[in-house]
């Protein structure tokens, strides 16, 4: 796929998810969907005969805009500067299609997984099976709405402990949750960040007995700058670089968790310091704080433990793949999926083989295609059908692989 053909593709998902969507937070949105730097989506150039200094990303984008413009499927809204919409024409074309209340449909299936095209809550209060794990990315809490429905900062709590209620029910005892939300929520015109975070955890708490094991940090060093407001515009912030991974487990000495099962490799200086059979001396360190004795960090391990800052690029090859087939097919692609290599580790840490994982937000289902690598049971729900169809093409290969009828069949009045 050509550069500008996936920059308009990624204008076009923009607007797919978002039907009203300011400049900004256009250029947000592609910047990240398409992985671009920082460095490169605020780069100035020189440019025409007076050699003005201009964002070259921005105008890139724009020229895009203009060209859905042209094809009458988005339009200004009048009375909001910088700010755009989907035409009548635009909504038929490029909306997203929501599944209606009540109804669940069987979206594909594996030997090992099901993808169900419905709401959490209808397809998880049907099921009765012990779930060993959940991963997911809610949709986070965002000031301006997305196509698929993001709840306002009221609501979130109880967004989150609803839909996900139906599966906490069924947690095994030592079961995990793992949440990936947002960290960069503002108070209304204020550079302070919102406390919902912290009500999460002790609604998590209070209302199921989930215990907070640990709350990682997935460092994403790709993010395109922001917030715009506050670091670029009004220099109060620095750029942000990382999202929290919010870890829980409803009975931690039982949890299922296991660091030897994603051991690092240990550095060539760890090597040569277990062959030496550890230190030589005692040595106290930290004022005392701790000491290492003759013969520590002397016993060979299989390997280093994983620490808690999980540096994971979002640029990710499975998604771009899954970005093209879904293109290929006419489907707009999902723009804010998590990296596989991320779903891979948390899978792998808090799960064994055969055990159930679910993801009730599962978007472009990364979940449950780390669960298909890893030999983990899975369940997975969106309530978008165009997520769901366009997912399905990267499961096609997996043993027992299928696409339900439904899918192939369905048509918008
Ligand atoms: C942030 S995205 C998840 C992205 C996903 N982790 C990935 O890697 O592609 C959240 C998803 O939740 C879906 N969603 C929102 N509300 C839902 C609901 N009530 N039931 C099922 N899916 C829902 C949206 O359509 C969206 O695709």
């Not at 397809?123 to 709840?151: C, Q, W």
């Not at 487990?249 to 994603?262: I, M």
């Not at 005692?282 to 005392?288: A, E, F």
């Not at 003759?294 to 280093?304: A, D, P, R, V």
């Amino acid at each position: 796929m050509g550069i500008q053909q996936s920059l308009f593709s990624a204008v076009q998902d923009a607007f797919a998810e978002n039907t009203r969507i300011s400049n900004q937070r256009l250029y947000h949105t592609v910047a990240s969907s398409l992985g671009i730097r920082e460095s490169e989506a605020s780069r100035k150039e020189n440019i025409g005969k007076k050699g003005e200094k201009c964002n070259v990303f921005t105008r890139k984008v724009r020229w895009q805009q203009q060209t859905l413009k042209q094809l009458g499927l988005i339009e200004r809204v009048a009375s909001r500067k910088g700010v755009w919409q989907l035409t009548k024409e635009g909504k038929k074309k490029i909306q997203l299609h929501k599944t209606q209340p009540g109804i669940t449909v069987l979206g594909f299936s594996t030997r090992l997984g099901l993808a169900i095209w419905g709401d959490c809550c209808d397809v998880f209060s049907k099921i009765d099976e012990p779930v060993h794990l959940m991963i997911s990315s809610p949709p986070y809490l965002l000031r301006n709405k997305r196509a698929y429905g993001n709840p306002d900062e009221t609501e979130y709590v109880d967004f989150i402990c609803k839909s996900i209620e139906p599966v906490v029910k069924h947690l095994v005892d030592g079961g995990s949750i793992a949440l990936n939300i947002s960290n960069d929520i503002f108070l209304k015109k204020s550079p302070a960040r919102s406390l919902y975070r912290e009500r999460l955890v002790l609604a998590l708490y209070d209302r199921f007995g989930l215990f907070k094991m640990d709350e990682l940090i997935w460092q994403n060093k790709s993010k395109p700058p922001a917030p715009i407001q506050w670091a670029s515009i009004n220099r109060y912030h620095l750029n942000v670089q990382w999202e929290p991974v919010y870890w829980f487990c409803n009975n931690p000495n039982k949890a299922r968790s296991n660091n030897q099962r994603v051991l690092r490799e240990h550095t060539d200086q760890h090597k040569k310091l277990m062959k030496a059979g550890g230190y030589k001396y005692r040595k106290t360190c930290s004022d005392g704080a701790y000491s290492k004795r003759e013969g520590s960090f002397g016993k060979e391990t299989k390997g280093k433990i994983q620490r808690n800052v999980l540096d994971i690029p979002h640029v990710c090859k499975s998604q771009q793949d899954y970005k093209k087939a879904a293109k290929e097919i006419g489907l707009p692609a999902h723009g804010a999926p998590f990296p596989l290599n991320l779903a891979r580790f948390l899978v792998e840490f808090m799960s064994e083989k055969d055990d159930l994982v679910i993801d009730p937000f599962s978007g472009s289902f990364t979940t449950g295609l780390a669960c298909e690598q890893l030999g983990r049971r899975w369940i997975g729900t969106d309530c978008m059908y165009e997520y769901i169809r366009g997912s399905a093409e990267r499961f096609n290969g997996c043993d027992d692989y299928m696409l339900s009828k439904e899918m192939e069949n369905v048509s918008w009045m």
